[in-house]
C-alpha cells in the first residue's frame, strides 16, 4: 500500500488542502470552489483497520466533481483511495500513520492559533446589556456567556475582537426610579444606594402608578428632559449616580465570571441631539418620513417604522442605527454581532435591513438564543445571578469537603469551590442547542458524574497531576510515533487532531454545545489512555512519548475550556 508522507510538510490544516488540491488536479478540476468543497469535507479518522488513518471525504461530494458512480478509474498520485468498510458511502484518501503521529505531537496548539488567525479587522460582540438600576437577573446570564464564548471563539480564531457591554440607561424607568427614591426618603440617601434600593424604588413608583395615573406622565416627564437637556443639575447627577452603582456591582459579577468588557457604550449616547447626522444620513436616501402626530418614521421593506416620537424621544431602533454607525466608523468593523434572545428576532431584521441602505459594507448578525425555565426562588419569584453562583459554590464546598478526592490546593477552598460551581452552570448551559429553551434543573448542573463542567475541570486536574508526579520526565525534544501502538493512543492523537475541524464547524454555527461535546469526547478518550499508557514503569523513551501526548492533550482540553469561558483548575 502506498501513502505519501505528506503530515510531516505542515500542520493539520496545509495537510487538508495538499491532499484537497491534488484530488482536484487528478480530476482536472482545481479551481479554488472545488478544493475549498474537498477541505470542508475532508476529515480525520481510522481507516479500514484499527492502525490505519485517512481523511474520509462524502462519496457524494467527490462524485459531484469527478462525475461518475465508480472509483475504478479514479487515481491520485502516491495516495490509495478506497470505499469506507464501515461507511460505504464515504470514501477514504490514506495517509502514513507515523507521520501523521509526528505531524500533531510536535505541533503545539499555538501553532493551530497561527495557521487560524486571518482576520484583521475586529470584529464587535455586543452582549449582556443589563439595565441600570437593576440586579443582575439570570435572565441575562445567557446572553454574558454565550457572548463571552463567542468572543473567545472569534479571538481564538480572527484574533481581533472588541466586546461592548451596550446598557440601557435610557427612557422612564428612570423617571420611575426617582419618583420612588423620592418617597422612600429618608432610608435612602445618596450615600447608601445600591442596585437592590434602586430597583425597590423603581418597583415602588409602578406600583403607586396603580394608583395614581399622573405618576406615568411625571416618570415620562422627567426623561423627556433629561433626552433634551432640560433636566436640573441634580437630576443630572443622580442619573449618573445610578450609572456608576451600576458598574461598580457588575463589575464585581463579571470578575467572578471572568469576563472583561473593552467598552461599556450606553443608550443615553443615542439621543435625539446627538444623532442629528444619522437623522441626516436618513434623510438624505428618502428613507425618514414626518407624520402629521409630529413622529418620524423610516421606511423599510414596504412599512413604517417609528424612530422619533411626537415628543422627540428616540426609540430601541432609533439609537440601535446609531450605535451600529458609530461602531463601524470608529473600529472600522464590518461585522457586528448582537447575542439577543430569540423574541427580538424582528427588530434585528429590521436594523440588518436598514444598516444595509444606510451602509451595505455593515454585516449585522443577531445571534438569537431561548431562554431558560425552572429558575426560580421558593417564593416562585426570579432569582438573580448572584445568588445562583452563591448556590453553585455552596453545593460544591460540600460535595468537596465529603470527597475522598479533594486535595489540597494552593487556591483558596472557597476559590476552588466557586471556580467549580461557575463551571457546572456555564457548562451546563452551553451544552444545549443555543436556539432552543430548556428547563434548569440544579441535580444535573451541579452533578459531578456524567457530561459536565465538573468532568472538564476533573480531567485537566488528572493530566496537570500526572505530570507534577512525573516532573523528573522532561518532554522530549524528537516524537517517536513507533511508540504509539495502543488503540487507545492512537484513539487520543486523532481526538487531538480534530480540534481544528470542530472550531471550524463551532465558528460557522457559533454553537457552544459542538466545542462542548468535542471535550466531553477528549476527556473521554483522555481517561481511557491514563488507564492504559502507564507512565511510571515505562522505559524512560516511552514514558518521554507518553508524557508528551497527555501533554498536548491537556493543551487542548485547556485551550477549549478557556474558549468556553472556564478558569482551567490546577487541582480540585
Avoid at 97 to 102: H, L, P, T, V
Avoid at 363 to 383: D, T, W
Amino acid at each position: 500500500m502506498v501513502r505519501t508522507a505528506i503530515l510531516s510538510r505542515s500542520n493539520y490544516r496545509l495537510c487538508k488542502r495538499y491532499v484537497a488540491e491534488e484530488v482536484a488536479c487528478a480530476i482536472n478540476k482545481n479551481s479554488a470552489d472545488v478544493v475549498n468543497d474537498f477541505i470542508a469535507n475532508l476529515k480525520i479518522g481510522k481507516g479500514n483497520s484499527m492502525n490505519d488513518i485517512g481523511l474520509h471525504m462524502p462519496l457524494n461530494i467527490l462524485q459531484k466533481h469527478f462525475g461518475t458512480n465508480s472509483l475504478k478509474d479514479f487515481k491520485i498520485p502516491s495516495h490509495e483511495i478506497t470505499t469506507s468498510q464501515l461507511n460505504p458511502y464515504y470514501v477514504i484518501i490514506h495517509l502514513d500513520k507515523y507521520d501523521f503521529i509526528n505531524n500533531i505531537l510536535k505541533n503545539n496548539i499555538g501553532i493551530t492559533r497561527q495557521h487560524c488567525v486571518q482576520n484583521s479587522k475586529p470584529c464587535i460582540i455586543d452582549f449582556s446589556s443589563p439595565n441600570i438600576a437593576k440586579p443582575f437577573h439570570v435572565g441575562h446570564l445567557r446572553s454574558t456567556i454565550i457572548g463571552n464564548f463567542i468572543s473567545n471563539l472569534r479571538n481564538f480564531i480572527d484574533g481581533r475582537v472588541v466586546r461592548i457591554n451596550y446598557l440601557g440607561d435610557w427612557g422612564p424607568q428612570f423617571g420611575y426610579t426617582l419618583l420612588g427614591l423620592e418617597q422612600m426618603k429618608p432610608d435612602i440617601s445618596k450615600n447608601n444606594m445600591t442596585i437592590e434600593s434602586l430597583h425597590n424604588a423603581y418597583i415602588l413608583a409602578n406600583q403607586m402608578a396603580k394608583n395614581d395615573s399622573s405618576i406615568h406622565d411625571k416618570a415620562k416627564s422627567i426623561f423627556n428632559d433629561l433626552e433634551c437637556g432640560n433636566s436640573t443639575s441634580d437630576i443630572n447627577t443622580l442619573w449618573n449616580e445610578f450609572r456608576s452603582i451600576t458598574i461598580n456591582e457588575l463589575e464585581v459579577i463579571y470578575k467572578r465570571l471572568g469576563i472583561v468588557f473593552d467598552e461599556y457604550d450606553w443608550e443615553s449616547k443615542y439621543s435625539k441631539e446627538k444623532i442629528q447626522d444619522v437623522l441626516k444620513q436618513l434623510s438624505k436616501i428618502g428613507l425618514l418620513k414626518v407624520k402629521e402626530d409630529g413622529s418620524t418614521v423610516v421606511l423599510s421593506n414596504n412599512q413604517e417604522t417609528t424612530i422619533l416620537k411626537n415628543d422627540n424621544s428616540t426609540l430601541y431602533i432609533t439609537r440601535d442605527i446609531a450605535a451600529a454607525l458609530r461602531r463601524h466608523k470608529y473600529y472600522g468593523s464590518e461585522d457586528l454581532f448582537y447575542v439577543v434572545d430569540n423574541t427580538q428576532s424582528k427588530h434585528f431584521y429590521l436594523l440588518k435591513s436598514l444598516i444595509a441602505q444606510i451602509n451595505s459594507n455593515i454585516n449585522v448578525h443577531h445571534i438569537p438564543f431561548g431562554r431558560i425555565h425552572g429558575m426560580s426562588s421558593r417564593k416562585g419569584q426570579g432569582i438573580l445571578l448572584d445568588q445562583l453562583l452563591n448556590q453553585a459554590k455552596s453545593t460544591m464546598v460540600l460535595k468537596r469537603k465529603y470527597s475522598e478526592t479533594t486535595k489540597i490546593n494552593s487556591m483558596d477552598d472557597n476559590e476552588v469551590a466557586d471556580v467549580l460551581g461557575i463551571s457546572a452552570i456555564v457548562i451546563n448551559d452551553l451544552k444545549q442547542k443555543r436556539k432552543k429553551d430548556y428547563n434548569f434543573s440544579w441535580e444535573s448542573a451541579l452533578q459531578v458524574n456524567g457530561d459536565t463542567g465538573i468532568k472538564l475541570q476533573y480531567t485537566h486536574c488528572r493530566l496537570l497531576s500526572l505530570e507534577e508526579v512525573n516532573c523528573n520526565i522532561t518532554l522530549p525534544d524528537e516524537v517517536i510515533a513507533e511508540c504509539f501502538t495502543e488503540t487507545v493512543a492512537l484513539d487520543l492523537i486523532l481526538e487531538i487532531c480534530r480540534f481544528e475541524d470542530v472550531l471550524t464547524e463551532t465558528n460557522q454555527e457559533l454553537e457552544a454545545c459542538i466545542l462542548v461535546n468535542y471535550l466531553f469526547r477528549l476527556s473521554n478518550c483522555i481517561n481511557k489512555a491514563l488507564k492504559v499508557l502507564n507512565v511510571k514503569n515505562s522505559s524512560s523513551t516511552i514514558a518521554q512519548q507518553r508524557i508528551l501526548l497527555f501533554y498536548r492533550a491537556r493543551e487542548t482540553l485547556s485551550a477549549g475550556m478557556k474558549i468556553l469561558g472556564l478558569v482551567p483548575l490546577k487541582c480540585m
